[in-house]
């Protein structure tokens, strides 16, 4: 990940950090991670697993609905997601998600575009298109020890 540019929640997110996650912007409501498609990360067509474009989109989307200036009394979590898958990707290509809060509150909606692009291309292509809804609850105590 980017040491630069971070994000509280990426403390422990494990899958984030497996992922291979650069965070380019992480802004309230607007963010902006990136990743390079691994051999890993293929599925039996030698293309972007679903799972794992849904991924990088789902951490944009986490990272966009948690403020990083917040106080910890409360999370935003996941109450749904669609996702359309638009084209393959494939190894070696960068894919970028960039997140953006549509409406804030409560319940909240963020719309992510993940792009890819390979080395020799002009310019990225959309991949998928993720609509996340949020909801924001307290945060639990952490256990007694």
């Not at 650069?22 to 990743?35: L, S």
């Not at 970028?96 to 080395?119: F, H, I, K, L, P």
Request: aromatic share 4%; with cysteine.
């Amino acid at each position: 990940m980017n040491p630069s540019v971070t994000h509280p929640l990426l403390r422990d997110d494990h899958t984030s950090a497996w992922l291979g996650l650069e965070v380019v912007r992480a802004d309230y409501g607007d963010v902006v991670v990136r990743a390079e498609l691994r051999e890993e990360m293929l599925n039996g067509h030698g293309i972007a697993h679903g799972g794992m474009l849904f991924a990088i989109a789902d951490s944009a989307f986490a990272l966009a609905c948690n403020d990083p200036a917040g106080d910890g009394s409360t999370l935003t979590v996941a109450s749904g997601v669609d996702v359309n898958f638009l084209r393959p990707a494939h190894r070696g290509e960068v894919i970028e998600a960039s997140a953006r809060a549509v409406s804030v509150g409560r319940s909240g909606v963020y719309d992510v575009t993940v792009t890819a692009q390979g080395a020799d291309d002009p310019e990225p292509v959309v991949v998928a298109l993720f609509r996340g809804r949020s909801r924001t609850i307290p945060a639990k105590a952490p256990a007694a020890s």
